[in-house]
């Protein structure tokens, strides 16, 4: 886990730092004005201590340093939503778990954690617009591996050729939790990881995704083929702190759950139904500001955070970095409909721009690296 996160901090390693090339978004409004050697501190932190767990086998060293991780990287990602890229909030709770839990319960709640991940992955990609975008895109790149095509296939085929996909997916991570097909669906499941990494290497919106997916094909062998001793004596770990690794794993798999839980945090991946904002009127001054996705991918090589909430406050910044706060309206829509693909939007400008930033429950409001950075622009 160590190695691959330092892998992936070093591919994003710009959004890990005071940037202020892409808004950054507090969680909370009260962040805004930290100061920027606190993103220093706490990301060198985050490299010490996972520096630590590669040389440290066992002991209250480890613990120590699984911990230290666990909070800088969550400060990090409190001072930027956009931060909480799926496996950055993956490997802050693993290394909680595993800071928290004896040997073996340590590996089974890793397990749960996984299962849950492919199963609210594949429900969230059981949608009408899986199916008529990223869906198609994915299994035409991989028809096209082999030198064929899906043009000529019928529609409702190659719609139910889509569809198991998460299906797939699915009844994988329902196979790990049964024993007697645990072993076949560990093998199904480093197979459907080599098979996105050949598919994502063709096409792919940053390095991440790719380490990502070969950090599940390390975890599935690890954790499912090389578990530890069932003989193996128990963990001295108080009560408490094991009770307390238990709740994270219980959290982490209710979560997705919960009517609000954004859907990064619901491992809504690859799942283009998310809710999402943009500005409606295009700016001439940059392409990229018209395309957050693009913007993202172009300047910190990971893909934006789907959420309204979020991409509305990005609009917003964008607004302050103009200084066209009455003039450029923002079209925020709610996640699509399911079945047909359709989506409740509405346009918002003026005065109705900050009633709806005060209706979220976290910040909208920009970090002051992009507030200056705007305004020594406009000087």
Known sequence: MAGFALLLFASSWKLWTPQDVFPQIPFLMSLITTPTWVDWFCLGLSAGALGICLLTKEGKALTVALMLFATSTT??????????????????????????????NAVRRIQIITVSIYIFSGISKLDYQFVHTVGDQMLSTLIGTFGATTENWPTQFKHFTILCLPMTEILLGIGLLISKTRNCAAAGAVTMHAVLLLILFQDVSGLGVLIWNLFFIFQIIWIFYRQPNQKTKPGKNPPM?????????????????????????????????????????????????????????QTLAVPVYPQARFEFAVAVAVQQKFNKSRGLPIEVSQASNRWNGTRVSKLIAGD????????????THARDTWTKASEDGRK
């Open 352 to 363: 109705q721009i900050k009633m709806q930033m005060s209706r979220y429950w976290l910040n």
């Open 241 to 297: 702190v094991d009770s307390f690794g238990y709740l994270i794993t219980l959290g982490v798999v209710i979560f997705p759950l919960w009517e609000f839980c954004d859907h990064w945090p619901a491992w809504q991946v690859y799942a283009p139904r998310c809710s999402r904002a943009k500005l409606e009127s295009p700016l001439e001054d940059s392409e990229l500001w018209n395309n957050f996705g693009q913007w993202s991918n």
């Open 75 to 104: 400060a990090l990602i409190l001072l930027d939503q956009h931060r909480l890229q799926p496996w950055a909030y993956q490997f802050v709770v693993l290394a909680t778990v595993i800071a928290t839990s004896s040997k073996l």
